[in-house]
T-cell receptor, first 114, second 115 residues
Framework: DAEITQSPRHKITETGRQVTLACHQT?????MFWYRQDLGHGLRLIHY???????NKGEVSDGYSVSRSNTEDLPLTLESAASSQTSVYFC?????????????FGPGTRLTVL | AQTVTQSQPEMSVQEAETVTLSCTYD???????LFWYKQPPSRQMILVIR??????QNATENRFSVNFQKAAKSFSLKISDSQLGDAAMYFC????????????FGSGTQLTVLP
């Protein structure tokens, strides 16, 4: 079955380190998204991509970057991790061309920055 | 920018009863899409129901239905015959019309189902 996976599921890192969170989907969806979930804020959009070589900044993009070299993967990089980036991170994907396209979410990555 | 407000951080309902979760949004668009997502303790985000703003008929999915009031910018979720498995965090989300695909989420409502 097609799916969307994230790795690692849990990560503890130190302030200042570079961290990369992986997202892989097997639906061949054009659209991929990264959100962070914090108590009281719901999910907030970090970056998104509408296809290979396309990336766009979301609402809370400072300190994060993404690259899209193929359809299946959209890794999220924290250039220099900060304690404020402790959060749960969700990747999502959706099919292009639909009027009401549904976003399918990965299981999430819990990141702790000490 | 669009905003989505869920004014009830927590709610509880007795098993087999009905509960309504509230959501309001702010937009200047006339065409858009609204969603309710469920997040159980497993953390998995699950789409519950969706509504296209151009449709006057309220969406229904089994025990889940919405009350969409476009003029009031309100999009509430009604859960009938509540079950223990309905206990979860519920998020309301908004999507602008095509070609936008990204979602704007509310802060969520934690629903507890009492046996």
């Amino acid at each position: 079955d097609a799916e969307i996976t994230q790795s690692p599921r849990h990560k503890i890192t130190e302030t200042g380190r570079q961290v990369t969170l992986a997202c892989h989907q097997t639906w061949n969806h054009n659209n991929m998204f990264w959100y962070r979930q914090d108590l009281g804020h719901g999910l907030r959009l970090i970056h998104y991509s509408y296809g290979v070589q396309d990336t766009n900044k979301g609402e809370v993009s400072d300190g994060y970057s993404v690259s899209r070299s193929n359809t299946e993967d959209l890794p999220l990089t924290l250039e220099s991790a900060a304690s404020s980036q402790t959060s749960v991170y969700f990747c999502a994907s959706s099919e292009d061309g639909g009027v009401v396209d549904t976003q399918y979410f990965g299981p999430g990555t819990r990141l702790t920055v000490l | 920018a669009q905003t989505v407000t869920q004014s009830q951080p927590e709610m509880s309902v007795q098993e087999a009863e009905t509960v309504t979760l509230s959501c309001t949004y702010d937009t200047s668009e006339s065409d858009y899409y609204l969603f309710w997502y469920k997040q159980p303790p497993s953390r998995q985000m699950i789409l519950v129901i969706r509504q296209e703003a151009y449709k006057q008929q309220n969406a229904t999915e089994n025990r889940f239905s919405v009350n969409f009031q476009k003029a009031a910018k309100s999009f509430s979720l009604k859960i009938s015959d509540s079950q223990l498995g309905d206990a979860a965090m519920y998020f309301c989300a908004y999507r602008r019309p095509w070609p936008a695909r990204q979602l704007t989420f509310g802060s969520g409502t934690q629903l507890t189902v009492l046996p």
